[in-house]
């Protein structure tokens, strides 16, 4: 396992005193797809938070997701896809997407509560709305539908992540097509088990379990690790799945231990003035037999404000058109303001 980081620096006269003032950066390759990602324009990593009572005022008597509109404002799917039109599991909805991704795109709230902190959210709350949009996975491929390949979910929690809603909840979607990032993964891990002859993702879980640098823990079957070359500005978390190749495969043991890993993420970046994040899974594709070198894992990916007060995001030209990445800290630092939660 070969972690590649090509150490740069930028040099120039300081404005004040006109001495020579040295910058480092690195450029890191991902092991797996070689994609880049720059370590650099580092920065505190510790953000004010806002004055959330006045974000969220007023958001609840429009929201969809809150209880007392979600069964009348909601969409519905047609019988022939799903009896009913929604499915529902405690006080968690799952309905069709309004502004579908796919042609199975699903919204699946998190309860009934409108706003909820980081630090707040329970392990059971997380781990139910998994198993609802399992339920309709679950569903999918017992029916044989030819989108029931690649089996999605991904969270949004607040603005800054892309959320549009307050509500927690999740997008869920099934697709035969896999989205670029998931099917460069598959294609790459597919070509390292031909060359090497074992599975990235186990080889990846001994190395860091190893060197413990960017390790963080295991909970149950699932292996915790900062992301060496990350995407997002205060670094990524990967969970990876011992044994596990595709969503379905995921046992009731294993939602609860990847929910209970989420609430330890949380709270460890609220520390740190994060209240926004991206969270995907990232799986490989059902019904595929020789799917062996595939390994369902999962990107926890913080997000934030380059300037709170003009509301500028943490994604400009670089990420957007380059696609190449900006992490404003070393991974190996951030492991050590998370690794105590676990």
């Known amino acids: 396992m070969k972690f590649e980081a090509i150490t740069r620096e930028s040099v120039f006269l300081d404005a004040n005193t006109m001495e020579h003032k040295r910058i480092p950066n690195e450029i890191r390759k991902d092991p797996l797809t070689g994609k880049t990602s720059r370590i650099c324009h580092f920065r505190d990593l510790k953000w004010k938070k806002p004055d959330f009572d006045k974000l969220i005022a007023g958001t609840e008597k429009w929201c969809p997701f809150c209880p007392d509109k979600v069964m009348n404002v909601t969409p519905r799917f047609p019988e022939e896809l799903v009896p009913n039109g929604r499915m529902s599991l405690d006080d968690k909805v799952l309905f069709p997407n309004i502004a579908p991704y796919d042609r199975l795109s699903a919204v699946a709230t998190l309860g009934s509560r409108h706003y909820i902190p980081m630090t707040e959210f329970e392990p059971d709350r997380i781990a139910q709305g998994f198993q609802l949009a399992m339920k309709f996975f679950k569903h999918l491929q017992a029916i044989n539908h030819p989108e029931s390949v690649y089996h999605l979910l991904s969270w949004n929690y607040m603005p800054a992540s892309g959320s549009s809603v307050i509500h927690p909840h999740f997008q869920v979607f099934a697709s035969s097509f896999a989205p670029n990032h998931l099917r460069e993964k598959l294609d790459a891990a597919k070509t390292y088990m031909r060359t090497n002859g074992t599975n990235y993702w186990d080889d ?75 969270m995907s899974f990232f799986p490989g594709a059902e019904n595929d037999d020789n799917a062996d070198y595939a390994r369902f894992h999962l990107i926890f990916s913080p997000r934030t404000y380059f300037n709170p007060k003009l509301g500028t995001p943490d994604v400009a030209s670089l990420k957007s058109l380059y696609n190449e990445s900006v992490c404003m800290g070393f991974p190996e630092e951030i492991n050590q303001m998370l690794k105590s939660e676990f």
């Open 204 to 278: 990846l879980t001994q190395a860091e379990a190893s060197n413990q640098k960017r390790f963080l823990g295991t909970i149950g079957r699932t292996n915790w690790l900062t992301v060496f070359a990350p995407l997002g500005v205060a670094g990524d978390v990967t969970a990876i799945v011992d044994g596990v190749r595709t969503t379905l495969e995921l046992s009731d043991e294993d939602v609860y231990d990847i929910a209970l890993g989420l609430t330890k993420l949380m709270t460890a970046y609220d520390r740190m003035g994060i209240y926004n994040f991206n």
